[in-house]
T-cell receptor, first 116, second 118 residues
Framework: DSGVTQTPKHLITATGQRVTLRCSPRSGDLSVYWYQQSLDQGLQFLIQYYNGEERAKGNILERFSAQQFPDLHSELNLSSLELGDSALYFC???????????????FGEGSRLTVL | AQKITQTQPGMFVQEKEAVTLDCTYDTSDPSYGLFWYKQPSSGEMIFLIYQGSYDQQNATEGRYSLNFQKARKSANLVISASQLGDSAMYFCAMRRNAGGTSYGKLTFGQGTILTVHP
């Protein structure tokens, strides 16, 4: 158990719909990351938040948005869904890199989204 | 920009033998970290091992070791005494270890599927 909690684990929806994926990071971790894993694109970085603020943005579509709340949980909103959005969406969290800590990412179990 | 290349889509190994999974990287950052993750068929991402760019010694964690050759920009994962439970997808990843907007996030390779035969 990584300590990162993602809900829902599975989600089936139709094209054009909107979904929200939720993530609770490990206790004490301030950084939250969202990744998309698909067969053709591999693991793609979407966005990173640090203590409520957006820190880095990757290949995130304009139809997608995210935020990190004061309690540090994060949500990824996917709207106007298309068939190609079907993927496994991971949330990860990390602590800061220090001489005694590698700052590795701890991943949740993922939310598998199927768009029909 | 950072780039990770894993040239082996699939690898096979006999149980109890050692196997090396290749990873090469490209970056202009002087300080960076290299990671290996395991993804079993169940889907979760499991952290295996870390190597910092300034670390003098190659990292080891139990049966996992990282063969770090900085001049060649390679960070191969060596798994000794393979077990059936090692069958999984393995990802190499890297991260900038200094400030800036890309600090923290990992850039992943395409992965290598390892199959361990009994």
């Amino acid at each position: 158990d990584s300590g990162v909690t993602q809900t829902p684990k599975h989600l089936i929806t139709a094209t054009g719909q909107r979904v929200t994926l939720r993530c609770s990071p490990r206790s004490g971790d301030l950084s939250v990351y969202w990744y998309q894993q698909s067969l053709d694109q591999g693991l793609q970085f979407l966005i990173q938040y640090y203590n409520g603020e957006e820190r880095a943005k990757g290949n995130i579509l304009e139809r997608f948005s995210a935020q990190q709340f004061p309690d540090l949980h994060s949500e990824l909103n996917l709207s106007s869904l298309e068939l190609g959005d079907s993927a496994l969406y991971f949330c990860a969290s990390s602590s800061e890199l220090t001489p005694k800590n590698t700052g590795e990412l701890f991943f949740g179990e993922g939310s598998r989204l199927t768009v029909l | 920009a950072q780039k990770i290349t894993q040239t082996q889509p699939g690898m096979f190994v006999q149980e109890k033998e050692a196997v090396t999974l290749d990873c090469t990287y490209d970056t202009s950052d002087p300080s960076y970290g290299l990671f290996w993750y395991k993804q079993p068929s169940s889907g979760e991402m499991i952290f295996l091992i870390y190597q910092g760019s300034y670390d003098q010694q190659n990292a080891t964690e139990g049966r996992y070791s990282l063969n770090f050759q900085k001049a060649r920009k390679s960070a191969n994962l060596v798994i000794s005494a393979s077990q059936l439970g090692d069958s999984a997808m393995y990802f190499c990843a890297m991260r900038r270890n200094a400030g800036g907007t890309s600090y923290g996030k990992l850039t992943f390779g395409q992965g290598t599927i390892l199959t361990v035969h009994p």
